[in-house]
């Protein structure tokens, strides 16, 4: 066996080992600590890009549910609204039936007119408080010409346009009823009849938006949850594969030491003979 003072190539050879080692069991130690495979892109360029697109997606789905609910919940309260305005249609439309009847004196038809004006303006009150976020839904104010617009997916354009109808007694035509006679109560009754047919139209068509919604956040969940689970499979820590890949590292590198050790040994034998 050669000795050399100059150049001790076994050492040299320990030690480039040993640092390599140490290098991969501090990364694993990184990854067992955090949980996370890729801590640093540095640690899986490609992954890293393919996660982070994921992570972007995820985010936007989970929040598109939300939004999903929040338009539900719009939906929800504007038929509610109606149902309301369903029933004071009714009553309108009963009292109207009652007028026609020639049993009524003149005084009976106006004390009915009375009160078919009274549920007429119960009607205007509804439409005027009932607000989402202090937005307007029956007024006509939001409907095919200016739809509410709800972002339902995590990209550009991922939208539902849902309009809102006018429930106003003036454009359910009811707002000037009258029953002081007889051929008049029989209009009403017709007019009242319309009124009630645009009622149901409208939340008919509310009702196919709210099952288009629930359908749609059925597919955002399932979406985020099948996305999540490839950016685990990307980013996250394969524990019982870290670990032994944790202690082989660490043993190759305690065992690295030992050779170094042995190493500067050998040239501590040369300077000794040189002595």
């Keep these: 066996m050669t000795l050399s003072i100059r150049t001790n190539v076994t050492a040299d050879f320990a030690f480039r080992n040993v640092q390599k080692n140490l290098s991969e069991a501090t990364v694993s130690t990184k990854r067992i600590a955090s949980g996370k495979r890729i801590n640093v892109a540095a640690d899986d360029v490609a992954g890293f890009g393919i996660s982070e697109r994921l992570k972007t997606q995820i985010r936007g789905l989970r929040r598109a549910d939300l939004n999903v609910q929040d338009g539900i919940s719009m939906i929800q309260l504007a038929d509610g609204t109606m149902n309301k305005i369903g029933d004071l249609l009714q009553r309108i ?3 109207a039936v009652q007028a026609v009847n020639d049993t009524n004196t003149s ?3 106006r004390t009915i007119q009375l009160e078919i004006q009274g549920t007429v303006s119960d009607i205007d009150l509804l439409v005027s408080t009932v607000t989402f976020n202090g937005q307007m839904l029956l007024d006509g104010s939001h409907g095919a010409a ?4 709800f972002h339902i997916g995590a990209n550009k354009d991922d939208t539902l346009n849902v ?9 359910l035509g009811i707002d000037s ?3 002081a006679t007889r051929s008049e109560a029989e209009s009403a009754i017709a007019t009242v009849d319309g009124a009630i047919d645009k009622v149901s139209e409208n939340r008919s068509t509310l009702g196919a938006y709210q099952n288009r919604l629930e359908m749609v956040t059925g597919a955002v969940r399932i979406g985020a ?3 999540s689970r490839s950016e685990s499979r990307l980013r996250d820590t394969d524990f019982p594969q870290e670990i032994t890949r944790n202690a082989l590292a660490t043993l190759k590198t305690q065992v690295g030491l030992s050779a170094l050790s042995q190493a500067s040994i ?3 034998n040369v300077i ?4």
């Design 225 to 227: 949850e099948d996305q």
């Design 163 to 171: 309009s809102f109808g006018d429930m106003r007694t003036a454009t």
């Design 146 to 149: 200016n739809p509410f617009v």
């Design 177 to 179: 009823l009258s029953v």
């Design 93 to 95: 439309r009963t009292l």
């Design 266 to 268: 050998g040239m501590a």
């Design 272 to 275: 000794r003979l040189l002595g």
């Design 107 to 109: 005084a009976d038809r």
